[in-house]
C-alpha cells in the first residue's frame, strides 16, 4: 500500500513537474522577448513557393527574406541585395548580394535565387506558381508557365555567386516592390535538390531573422530568432509564438487576458459589436472584399446576370452594419489608397431590376427556371458569414432569387474551388501586394493560365493594359489604365463589395513593429520594453 503511495507521489511530482516545464517553453513570461500572436488557421505550406495567402506570408515573411525587404512606410529597401544596377531602358536589373548564410551556416548564392524562381515557373514542376501574374513581367516567365518555352529560357541567371541579373519584358516600375514579397525568397538549393521534402522537415533551413523551431499542426507555431541571420544585430526579439485558434473570440479573451500581444486585424476580424471598446487602433489598408464569379457556369456567362447581382446589393447598408466606419463601399477593384480614384454612376435596386429582366429575356428563361446559385466564403471568420447571409436575402428581396445557397467552407478548400472553378460566386479578401493599378488589373488577363482564380478574358482589356506598361509619359498610362478599370467596371468579371481599414489592439510593451497596408505585421525590429518597476 504504502508503496503504491509513493509512487502515484511520484508519478504526481514529475507529472506537475513536466506541465510547468511545457508550459514555461511555449507561455513564457512577461518579461521575456517572446512575442505572442494567433492565426485563424494554418500557413498552406513552410515553402516559398506555395505562398498565396495571408497566414502563409505572415510566417514566411520572417523565415525567410529575399533581395529587397519593406521599411516602415512600406517602401522596398536592400536585404540581401548590395547593390543594384538598372539598364538605361529599365528592364535589366543586376544584383549583387551581401555574403550571407542559410540558418545551417551554408553559404547564400545567386543560384539559391535562380533555382527558386525557376523552381515555380516550370510548367512541368509540380512546385508550379498558382500566383503567376507576379512573375509576368520577368522576360519569358509567361511563356514558360504556359508550357511554350522552357523554363531554361526564362530570363534569371545567376552569372556568379554573387550576381544576378533578370530581364524583363516590359517596363515594370513596382519590380523591386514584387521583389520584397516571400514568393521572391531564396531557397536552400544544396538541402530542396536532394530532398523535395524539405520544406515539412523541422528545423527548417531558412534565412531570414527567424527559424522554425517548433511546428504542431492546427496548434501552434514556435519561430526563434536565427543565429545566422546577416542583419541579427537589429533582430530583437527572441521568439514568436504563433496560436492557431478558429475562433475570433477566443483570441478576444486570451488578449484580455494578458496571453496574446495582439489582437484585431490583420490577424483576425473581430465584429464591431464586441470588440469596439478593445480595438483602440486604426490603420489604412488595401484590402478589398469582392466576389469572385465563375465566368465559365451558365448563366453567370450573360453580362446582364452578373450586372444585376452587382447592382442589387446595398453595400452601403452591409458595410454599415458589419464594419460600421472601418468599411468603405467599393464598386472598383482598386482600393481608394491607391490614389486613382474613378466615380462610377451610382446604380442601385431599379437598374439591376431592369437588368435582371432583360437577361432572362434573352436567355429565354422565367424567374422561376433561374438555377440556383451558392455563395461559397471561408468558415469560421464572421464578417464572412454576416456578408454572404446580407447578400443572399438582398438578392431574395431585389431580384427575387429565392434558390440563393451558402457555403462555407476551410480556407484551403475555397481557395481550391476557386482555383478548379468549382463555384458559381466565390467571395474574397483580396490583399493588394503592390500599390500599383496596373499590377493589380493584370490579375485579370490571366485566363490562358489554369493556375488562377480568373475565368474572364479581353483582347481589348490585355490591349490596354500592354499600352499603359509601354508608356513612358505617367498620364498617358493613367488613361489607359482607367480605362481598363472602366471595362471592369461593365464587364463585371467579379463583384467589388468594400474596402476595409484595420482595427486592432496590441500590447503596449510592443515597440518597433512595421504595419504595412498590405495586411501584413513585420516584427523583425521589434521589440517589448521592460516593465515599470512599481
Not at 68 to 83: F, H, N, T, V, Y
Not at 358 to 371: T, V, Y
Not at 398 to 423: C, I, P, S
Not at 446 to 455: A, E, M
Request: aromatic letters at 12%.
Amino acid at each position: 500500500m504504502y508503496k503504491w503511495r509513493f509512487f502515484t507521489i511520484v508519478f504526481l511530482f514529475v507529472f506537475g513537474a513536466f506541465l510547468t516545464f511545457f508550459k514555461g517553453s511555449f507561455f513564457k513570461g512577461p518579461s521575456s522577448q517572446t512575442l505572442r500572436i494567433s492565426l485563424i488557421s494554418e500557413p498552406q505550406s513552410m515553402d516559398v513557393a506555395r505562398c498565396h495567402d495571408l497566414n502563409t506570408e505572415q510566417v514566411l515573411m520572417h523565415m525567410f527574406e529575399g533581395l529587397m525587404r519593406k521599411d516602415g512606410e512600406s517602401i522596398p529597401q536592400k536585404a540581401l541585395a548590395e547593390k543594384i544596377e538598372i539598364s538605361a531602358d529599365q528592364k535589366t536589373y543586376t544584383f549583387s548580394l551581401k555574403p550571407s548564410l542559410w540558418s545551417d551556416g551554408t553559404p547564400l548564392t545567386a543560384y539559391d535565387f535562380e533555382y527558386a524562381w525557376k523552381r515555380v515557373l516550370d510548367s512541368r514542376s509540380k512546385f508550379v506558381t498558382r500566383s503567376p501574374h507576379y512573375f509576368y513581367d520577368i522576360k519569358h516567365a509567361k511563356k514558360s508557365l504556359l508550357g511554350e518555352l522552357s523554363v531554361d529560357e526564362v530570363a534569371i541567371r545567376a552569372i556568379s555567386k554573387t550576381k544576378l541579373v533578370v530581364e524583363l519584358e516590359r517596363l515594370a516600375p513596382y519590380f523591386l516592390e514584387i521583389l520584397s514579397l516571400p514568393l521572391f525568397a531564396p531557397i536552400p538549393k544544396h538541402i530542396a535538390e536532394k530532398d523535395p521534402d524539405w520544406r515539412s522537415k523541422v528545423p527548417l533551413v531558412s534565412n531570414g531573422p527567424f527559424s522554425l523551431k517548433e511546428w504542431k499542426k492546427d496548434n501552434h507555431i514556435i519561430l526563434d530568432r536565427n543565429p545566422n541571420y546577416w542583419d541579427k544585430g537589429h533582430v530583437c526579439l527572441e521568439e514568436i509564438q504563433i496560436s492557431i485558434i478558429k475562433d475570433p473570440y477566443t483570441t478576444f479573451l486570451m488578449f484580455e487576458k494578458g496571453e496574446l500581444d495582439w489582437v484585431g486585424s490583420p490577424f483576425v476580424r473581430l465584429s464591431q459589436d464586441i470588440s469596439s471598446k478593445i480595438l483602440n487602433q486604426t490603420a489604412e489598408d488595401s484590402i478589398i472584399y469582392w466576389f469572385m464569379v465563375n465566368l465559365k457556369k451558365y448563366p453567370f456567362n450573360h453580362k446582364k446576370i452578373r450586372q444585376a447581382l452587382s447592382f442589387a446589393i446595398d453595400r452601403e447598408e452591409i458595410v454599415q452594419a458589419v464594419f460600421h466606419e472601418a468599411g468603405v463601399p467599393r464598386i472598383s477593384v482598386l482600393p481608394p489608397n491607391l490614389g486613382m480614384v474613378t466615380e462610377f454612376p451610382k446604380k442601385g435596386a431599379a437598374q439591376a431590376q431592369q437588368l435582371f429582366k432583360e437577361a432572362l429575356e434573352e436567355l429565354g428563361i422565367s424567374e422561376k427556371e433561374f438555377p440556383e446559385i451558392t455563395l461559397s466564403y471561408v468558415m469560421d471568420i464572421e464578417s464572412h458569414r454576416r456578408i454572404a447571409q446580407a447578400i443572399q436575402n438582398q438578392w431574395r428581396k431585389v431580384l427575387g432569387l429565392k434558390k440563393v445557397f451558402l457555403q462555407a467552407k476551410e480556407w484551403n478548400v475555397h481557395f481550391n474551388q476557386l482555383l478548379y472553378k468549382k463555384y458559381d460566386i466565390g467571395f474574397l479578401s483580396w490583399n493588394v501586394s503592390v500599390l500599383d493599378p496596373y499590377f493589380i488589373l493584370q490579375v485579370f488577363t490571366s485566363k490562358g493560365n489554369s493556375r488562377t482564380v480568373n475565368s474572364w478574358e479581353s483582347p481589348q482589356y490585355e490591349q490596354l493594359l500592354d499600352q499603359a506598361a509601354e508608356s513612358t509619359s505617367s498620364q498617358e498610362r493613367l488613361k489607359y489604365l482607367k480605362q481598363a478599370e472602366e471595362m471592369l467596371y461593365e464587364e463585371m468579371p467579379l463583384i467589388p463589395l468594400c474596402n476595409v481599414k484595420k482595427r486592432y489592439a496590441k500590447n503596449p510593451r510592443l515597440q518597433g513593429e512595421y504595419l504595412s497596408p498590405f495586411q501584413l505585421v513585420d516584427f523583425k525590429f521589434a521589440y517589448l520594453k521592460e516593465e515599470k518597476s512599481p
